[in-house]
């Protein structure tokens, strides 16, 4: 069964907003590309023993890999599918310099030979079978194919992008603050970490946070204001919420099981780069009903202090989230499983939970880990340092240098009862139109002439504030739909299923008014009155020989006998001892 709504009072954000989206929860995944994870959706393979995908009729196409691309790719091998047998691979090579040199310039043929490290895995992709539960959201919800890292590079700068839009203003340091010790490192002294922080004090590299007490080595800090300082001076509760942040020494597993990973990685925490967000000591909030307030945590948070939050009714309005180091998705020490399942018992939980009326969930990456994507980013600000650029062209932003973006293409989804159902977007985004969206929907002004806001996009064409989509509950080790609210039933040799799941699982928005539910599949209109159970289909009444049965309060449909008359054909897929229930138009094989 899906969780169930949580018995609990909602705190009302302490400030109106633009939009009637009151808490957003931002969860920041790390290294996929876009063809890594969409490449070829909506089309999966399926293949037997493997959780199945169909797509939705209508489902809107996205900018992937297809024809050439697939059978003669430019980089001199194929891109080939991965199936979840494969879900554990190495890290491909995602730093600032070679990620410029992979693009060669637009003709995107230098992805093996550079970021990936001469491994022709490089260009190989995930499908639905695999990373089913982001397909599905996709096909509940909104999806944008046009969306980049802010500027090439790894994890740090992409994490601090996030928040800023600003890697300019570093200053390098021997060790962490909490040491006592820590020493300022001039560009150009020995041993000046030029892999991560430029010259001209621009961070392009991953290094851990100065204030940080889990920080090891050589640290950076930042100047300038991020994204929290703005919601503070408005009254805006927010935090970030880190898996491990509360003990950084915990470790895990992922999948295969031999790779033991320290779950708090300090360098993913960009809040922590700066004094004013930081918690260096990693103190816990003072109670559950300060979680989003400034208190000793200063906004910053171990992951488990979201789920109580949320528990509690005591959501921020802004709420970023970063999993467990295993569960993160990062190639190497995590995998598209361990990720799925994390993403769909927390989006489950959110989904449950009485502020999903006035939530958007954004997913999206800090970086492509390298993976191939066959799309050259807009180079709205060039750098053209010799030291560490290839690309050139000139910047436009204040202190522009060594902030060659847009970077790489990642996947980015918005979940909600507002996110336009089905949807792929194609509007030029990047990961401060997350900040643009916060700023213009909690009225907080811009972060100034070198933040990458003032360039970003707009994310309001994923969303129509007409729409009330339902919830949509996955399976976590599937990925696959389960109910929303009755357990499917065999009787008499057919199958029922809920009315919610039913239409769920055929990708349609259930409409309810006046007692009667309708929804429309491959252009038939349904229409059940939920008072007689009668059916009509097309207007026309309709004899079923199994009629629908009321168990607990709820319809249950006899699909087999529904099926036929609005063209769909039933496909089940068992894993352990569930059973998932799957819906095609009827031409499909």
Known sequence: MAPQALASDTVAPSANTATPIHHLVVIFDENVSFDHYFGTYPNAANPSGEPPFYA??????????????LTNNPNGANPQRLDRSKAVT???N?????????????RMDNFINTVGRGNPIDLDYYDGNTVTALWYYAQHFALNDNAYCTQYGPSTPGAINLISGDTAGATVYSSNQTTGTAQVLQPGSKN????????????????????????????????????????????????????????????????????????????????????????????????????GRTDQANHQYDITDFFVALQNGNMPAVSFLKAPEYEDGHAGYSDPLDEQRWLVQTINQIEASPDWSSTAIIITYDDSDGWYDHVMPPLVNGSNDPAVDVLGGKPVLQNGTDRAGYGPRVPFLVISPYAKHNFVDNTLIDLTSVVKFIEQNWGLGSLGPASYDTLAGSLMNMFDWHLNNPPVFLDPTTGEPVTPDAQPQIVHGLTYLSLNHYAQNLDVILREAKGVARFSYQGHDVAIDERSGKVTVDGEPVHLKAPLIRSNGVWMVPVDEIDPLIGAQMHTYTAGNLTFYLFSPEDTD
């Open 56 to 69: 939705a009729p209508d489902t809107p196409s996205v900018n992937g890999l297809s024809g050439s691309l």
């Open 192 to 291: 000046f970490p030029t892999n991560a922080v430029t010259q001209n004090g621009v961070d392009i590299g991953d290094i851990d946070p100065y204030y940080d007490s889990a920080s090891k080595g050589m640290t950076m800090a930042m100047s300038g204001k991020n994204i929290g300082d703005l919601l503070n001076a408005k009254g805006v509760t927010w935090g970030w919420f880190q898996g491990g942040f509360a003990n950084p020494n915990a470790k895990d597993n992922n999948i295969a099981g031999t790779d033991e990973t320290t779950d708090y990685s300090a360098h993913h925490e960009p809040f922590q780069y700066y004094a004013s967000t930081a918690n260096p000591n990693h103190l816990p909030p003072s109670s559950v009903s300060m979680i």
């Open 90 to 92: 190495p890290d491909m």
């Open 94 to 106: 995602h730093n600032y310099t070679p990620e410029q040199q992979a693009v060669d310039g637009g």
